[in-house]
């Protein structure tokens, strides 16, 4: 009988953790069609963005005019901002992160970069980059769980003013790019210098027929930031929508799991609870005998 209490028990605690990850993925769920919403609004915002700056600035040498787009020669300094999730649970969405901002920070040493600066945002990458001892600033780290746009504005203004007063000589972002609900893997973009390669195609095949009120340059001077930060936001939202997905697809494969042990232990408990009948029956056929 002690068997069979046990297995009770077991049976219990894996439909209590059953119910756990099932309330995990639903709400999973809801905040990846909010997020993912909010991501592909954005993402058509930044395209047609881009498609205006494009056609004001339909000279390349506009373009690569500006500062914010013009690269440093000393690589004396550069930044990466890092994304990852608050929390765990979500596979192997802050592993596969992490290991990624690693390879990212060795690559930027080898091309000479004597001095790599981490602004991480989450939690988890938080945590990695103190343990790993970066450099780091922990200021924006609680946007992850917070994110909006007008708490990323003051990461990306403050980017563009070291990046323009050369305390910095590069700013890339490193996050988890999402492609699909089964699909998401670490990426690394440049942010600054900015570079935008269908922008630049667009801008030369967009016809100069413009007349400008201020000119090119003073237009490019008021539409790049805004397009960093937007770009930036972008990233955010990329990255909590593929934390999402990584966690309502971790907890479905939990839930699955939890479901495939209660049904073995339910079939051992009755298999044992009919052994343990057909014992105490012979028992009693053979007392009255």
Do not use: W
């Given at each position: 009988m002690a068997a069979l209490k046990e297995l009770k028990a077991r049976i219990a605690s894996v439909q209590s953790t059953l119910k756990i990850t099932s309330a995990m993925k639903m709400v999973s769920s809801a905040k990846l069609h909010r997020v993912q919403a909010s991501m592909e609004a954005l993402a058509e915002f930044e395209r047609r963005y881009s498609e205006i700056v494009a056609a004001l600035c339909s000279d390349p040498d506009v373009i690569t005019a500006s500062p914010l787009a013009t690269g440093h020669q000393e690589k004396n300094h550069?930044?990466?901002?890092?994304?990852?999730?608050?929390?765990?649970?979500?596979?192997?969405?802050?592993?596969?992160?992490?290991?990624?901002?690693?390879?990212?920070?060795?690559?930027?040493?080898?091309?000479?970069?004597r001095e790599v600066t981490v602004y991480p945002i989450g939690e988890k990458i938080a945590q990695s980059t103190a343990k790993a001892a970066y450099g780091s600033c922990m200021d924006y780290r609680h946007l992850a769980g917070k994110h909006s746009y007008n708490g990323i504005v003051p990461l990306a203004d403050l980017l563009m003013e070291d990046y323009l007063a050369g305390k910095t000589d590069m700013v890339c972002t490193v996050y988890n790019h999402f492609f699909s609900m089964g699909h998401q893997s670490p990426e690394?973009?440049?942010?600054l210098p900015f570079n935008d390669e269908?922008?630049?195609?667009?801008?030369?095949?967009?016809?100069?027929?413009?007349?400008?009120?201020?000119?090119?340059?003073?237009?490019?001077?008021?539409?790049?930031?805004?397009?960093?930060?937007?770009?930036?936001?972008?990233?955010?939202?990329?990255?909590?929508?593929?934390?999402?997905?990584?966690?309502?697809?971790?907890?479905?494969?939990?839930?699955?799991?939890?479901?495939?042990?209660?049904?073995?232990?339910?079939?051992?408990?009755?298999?044992?609870?009919?052994?343990?009948?057909?014992?105490?029956?012979?028992?009693?056929?053979?007392?009255?005998?």
């Open positions: 550069a930044t990466i901002i890092a994304f990852s999730s608050d929390s765990s649970l979500c596979g192997s969405f802050n592993a596969n992160v992490i290991r990624h901002l690693a390879q990212t920070v060795g690559t930027l040493q080898a091309e000479g970069f690394t973009e440049q942010l269908s922008l630049a195609n667009a801008g030369r095949e967009s016809a100069n027929d413009y007349i400008l009120e201020p000119g090119a340059d003073g237009l490019l001077e008021t539409l790049l930031p805004y397009s960093i930060r937007t770009r930036l936001y972008r990233t955010l939202l990329d990255s909590i929508t593929a934390e999402n997905a990584a966690r309502m697809i971790a907890m479905q494969t939990a839930t699955d799991n939890a479901q495939e042990l209660i049904d073995e232990l339910s079939l051992e408990y009755n298999k044992r609870r009919q052994q343990a009948i057909t014992n105490e029956l012979a028992d009693i056929t053979q007392g009255n005998s």
